[in-house]
C-alpha cells in the first residue's frame, strides 16, 4: 500500500487495483490488464493518475485506473519509488537512473544517471533529495534537480540500512544491520552523524513513519513474530514492542494512520481493509 500524500493511496490485489483520494475513508475498485497478483504500486497522483510495476513492465493509467499503458522506463530489483512534491511534479527511481515527471506521470525526462545504485528516502523540494548510495554506502543531499550532493554520512563496510524517517530536517531515525549502529539510531544534524539508541531487534521493516516532529511507529518483523514500536520523543526512546496479531492475514499492504493507528489489507476470500488501534 502506497500513499503519495496524505489523501491519496493505492494498493493492488488479484488483477484488480483499489485506490483513494480522501485518505482512505472511501476506496475505489478497478481491473487490471491481466488477472495477476503481480502488481506492484509506484504512486498515484492527486487527480488519480498512477504508476505502477508488474514484473519488468512499468504501466500508467491516466483515466483513474480504467487503462493502462507502459511506460518506457528502466526497471531494478532494488526499489523502484516515486517521489511527489506538488501536484503532478515527481521523481521516480530505478536503481542508477532519476527521472522527472511534470504532468503527473503522463511523460517523464531524465534528470540523473550514475554507475552507482540508488536508493531515494526522503525529499521535501527538487532542491532537497536525500538519497542512500548502496554502492558507496552513503547518504547524500541532492540539490537542484539531481545537479549536485552533499555528503551526509559514510557508513561503514557491510552495512545495509533497511529504512530511514525523517522526522524534521534536522532528526533522521535510522534501521541498520551489520555495524555498530545496529538496530536504531538517531542523528540530530540532518543526518551528519548518528547515535544508537534503545535497542529493538528488528528483522523486516513493513512500516516505519513519522507523524510530526516528534511521534513515529515502526512495525517489524522480529526473532519470533510481529510488533509495533512507538516514539513520542523523535526517537530516542521506544515504547514496549507489542505483538501485532492482525498481521496472521497480513498481505503486505499496510499504512499507518498515526502513532497509534494502522490501516492494513486482510487476506481472504475477499480482500478487505481494515483499522488497528
Known amino acids: 500500500m502506497v500513499f503519495s500524500s496524505p489523501l491519496e493511496g493505492i494498493y493492488f490485489s488479484q488483477g484488480k487495483v483499489h485506490f483513494t483520494l480522501d485518505s482512505g475513508n472511501t476506496w475505489t475498485e478497478k481491473n487490471m490488464p491481466t488477472n495477476s497478483s503481480g502488481y506492484v504500486a509506484i504512486a498515484i497522483f492527486p487527480n488519480g493518475n498512477m504508476t505502477a510495476r508488474n514484473g519488468v513492465n512499468l504501466l500508467t493509467s491516466t483515466d483513474t485506473g480504467a487503462t493502462w499503458s507502459s511506460q518506457i522506463l528502466p526497471r531494478s530489483n532494488i526499489d523502484d519509488i516515486a517521489l511527489l512534491w506538488g501536484n503532478g511534479n515527481a521523481f521516480y527511481s530505478s ?77 533522521v531515525i535510522a534501521v541498520t544491520y551489520g555495524d555498530s549502529l545496529d538496530h536504531l539510531s538517531v542523528s540530530n544534524d540532518g543526518g551528519h552523524t548518528f547515535t544508537p539508541v534503545e535497542p529493538n531487534y528488528v528483522d523486516w521493516i513493513y512500516s516505519f513513519k513519522f507523524f510530526n516532529s516528534l511521534e513515529g511507529q515502526i512495525i517489524y518483523r522480529g526473532s519470533v513474530g510481529h510488533y509495533l514500536v512507538s516514539t513520542s520523543d523523535c526517537g530516542l526512546t521506544w515504547s514496549e514492542k507489542v505483538p501485532f496479531e492482525p498481521f496472521n492475514g497480513f498481505s503486505g499492504s499496510i499504512y499507518p494512520e498515526s502513532r497509534n493507528s494502522v490501516l492494513f489489507v486482510v487476506q481472504g476470500g475477499e480482500e478487505s481493509i481494515e483499522i488497528y488501534s
Do not use: C
Open 95 to 171: 536503481g542508477n537512473v532519476v527521472y522527472q515527471t511534470t504532468n503527473s506521470g503522463v511523460t517523464w525526462s531524465q534528470v540523473h544517471t550514475s554507475t552507482d545504485v540508488l536508493r531515494i528516502f526522503h525529499m521535501t523540494s527538487p532542491d532537497s533529495v536525500y538519497v542512500y548510495n548502496l554502492t558507496t554506502l552513503q547518504l547524500r543531499l541532492y540539490r537542484n534537480y539531481f545537479s549536485s550532493h552533499e555528503l551526509l554520512h559514510q557508513f561503514s563496510a557491510g552495512t545495509r540500512i533497511d529504512d530511514l524517517s525523517f522526522a524534521s530536517r534536522s532528526k
